[in-house]
């Protein structure tokens, strides 16, 4: 059991979150997206520290990231598709699934042994700083326990990971409130790989390009196991009546719902909305307790919001 230590994201703060850094140990991180739960790319123990912590399978690659583009080629091959797509959206809510580069020194756990690597830089100016600070790579999935709802305030990561990391820095509530976007930007087409924080229809635009959403069977992403982001309770979507001790969370006027994701059915406050939504819900409800959800539209940051209520209503 580790004292997790609360730091504040001032320059005393995160000068040490960097040395917990080097010397190996685990560091929750504000991102605009959600909390990351920070360790060397580089350190095999401290990589697989990581898994530990979260109760994560093995087999589920880690993302990298890096303060900006330049840092990028040491580790991946920045194909012509992923040059236009960071100079539309880095720093941002995008993930970049990239052919790896040989000899950058990441962990073999990063990439799980694939021969791509996820690549995030993050616009949060506190991981900024933080991954200046520390001046090499940082591998962070979402810092919550394996398969629960993501973190997006230091009191989340503390509910979820208390004793198993060293340290969060609290720098209030994430703004975007989804995990990223990923894209595989390995060939000419970006696939999507996770819907998140960045519409696909904002990516097709700026490409003038449509975005492939494949059909696969293979699991790729922990986003694609049917159950994450799992409340306690027993959830159900695209309700407009609530039975008799549902927690109803709302969307637009629901008169008499306990939460709303929005009052002004606005979908980027929704998504901001969202695992705030979740972890509220989850305690109001209870361990044995039934959560509703008003329906979502499926457009723009809709389309994440949807495949997130779909995983944490999933048969577990
Ligand atoms: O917003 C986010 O993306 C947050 C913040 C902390 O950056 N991170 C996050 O990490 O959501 P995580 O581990 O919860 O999700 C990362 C996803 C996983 O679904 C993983 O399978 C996928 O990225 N991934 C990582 N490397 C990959 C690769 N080489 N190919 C395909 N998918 C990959
Ligand atoms: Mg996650």
Not at 247 to 265: E, H, I, N, R, Y
Request: proline share 10%; net charge neutral; charged share 15%.
């Amino acid at each position: 059991m580790l004292e997790t230590t609360r730091l504040a994201a001032d320059p005393p703060g995160l000068r040490a979150a960097a040395e917990i850094l080097r010397a190996g140990g685990l560091v929750a991180l504000p991102t605009e997206t959600v909390y990351g739960l920070a360790a060397d790319a580089c350190n095999d123990r401290a990589v697989a520290g990581i898994f530990d912590a979260k109760q994560r399978p093995r087999f589920n690659p880690l993302i990298v990231h890096l303060p900006d583009l330049a840092q990028v080629a040491r580790f991946a091959t920045v194909t012509p598709l992923a040059q236009r797509l960071a100079a539309a959206f880095w720093p941002g809510p995008l993930t970049l699934v990239l052919p790896l580069r040989d000899g950058g020194g990441l962990s073999p756990l990063v990439t799980a042994g694939l021969d791509t690597v996820a690549i995030r830089i993050p616009a949060n100016p506190v991981a900024q700083a933080l991954l200046t600070e520390f001046g090499g790579p940082v591998a962070a999935p979402s810092a919550n326990p394996s398969g629960r709802i993501s973190p997006v305030t230091a009191a989340h990561v503390l509910a979820g990971l208390s004793g198993r990391i060293h340290a969060v820095i609290d720098a209030g509530p994430c703004a975007v409130g989804l995990e990223s976007t990923i894209l595989d930007a390995t060939g000419d087409t970006p696939q999507l790989l996770r819907a998140g924080g960045l519409a696909v229809e904002d990516i097709a635009a700026a490409l003038g390009q449509t975005v492939a959403s494949p059909q696969t069977d293979t699991i790729t992403a922990p986003g694609q196991m049917a159950s994450h982001y799992a409340p306690r309770g027993r959830v159900r979507l695209n309700v407009t009546a609530p039975d008799p001790g549902e927690v109803w969370v709302g969307f637009g006027p629901c008169p008499g719902a306990a939460l709303t994701l929005s009052p002004t059915a606005n979908l980027t406050e929704a998504a901001a909305r969202l695992f705030h939504a979740l972890h509220e819900a989850d305690a109001l409800a209870g361990p044995g307790g039934a959560i509703a959800f008003a329906p979502v539209p499926g457009s723009g940051l809709g389309r994440a919001i949807n495949d997130r209520l779909r995983r944490a209503a999933a048969p577990r």
